[in-house]
């Protein structure tokens, strides 16, 4: 991983890209999916590049005190070598830092849940049928557990 960088921005390019590729994933990989590419999206973000080639990310939104993952995806030829499972890392360290209550995270089965359970993610809610066809589960990380009640 000593080749791969880490970036945050709020490049309107990245952001699209990271977020197209995601989409274009869950249009081949869901059943029934079928989302249109979006032409300019406006997030925050955390981006990995291998030299000056995008290679993944993750998008990002905070609301109130909690952080809102968006689009995730690394391209294949990446994967497997700790590339997300590193960016999550390093979204939770700065929002630690900034005395961020939680994150928040929607996924679907077919995608990756597994990685947020292994950072230590609760499972929150469990759609099925969401959309037709597919699960997705919404899961979530408490960083000040005195203001949740049981």
């Known amino acids: ?14 952001a699209t890209t990271v977020t197209n590729w995601l989409i274009n ?31 993944g990310g993750l998008t990002l939104d905070l609301r109130d005190d909690w952080v809102f993952l968006g ?14 499972k590193h960016i999550m890392q390093l979204i939770e360290e700065r929002a630690r ?10 996924t679907y089965e ?6 947020y359970e292994s950072l230590g993610y609760t499972k ?10 597919n699960t997705s589960i919404d899961y979530y990380k408490c960083f000040d557990i005195t203001d949740v009640e049981n």
């Open 110 to 115: 077919f995608e990756a849940p597994h990685i």
């Open 71 to 84: 689009c995730g995806f690394v391209l294949p030829e990446y994967r497997n070598r700790g590339i997300y």
């Open 25 to 55: 994933s869950q249009n081949i990989n869901g059943n029934n999916i079928d989302r249109p590419l979006m032409e300019n999206v406006e997030h925050h973000g955390l981006y990995a590049f291998c030299g000056d080639e995008l290679i």
């Open 124 to 133: 929150g809610c469990v759609l099925r049928n969401m959309p037709k066809g």
């Open 97 to 106: 830092s900034l005395n961020i209550s939680g994150i928040f995270v929607s």
């Open 1 to 14: 991983m000593n080749d791969i960088v880490y970036k945050a921005s709020s490049s309107p390019i990245n």
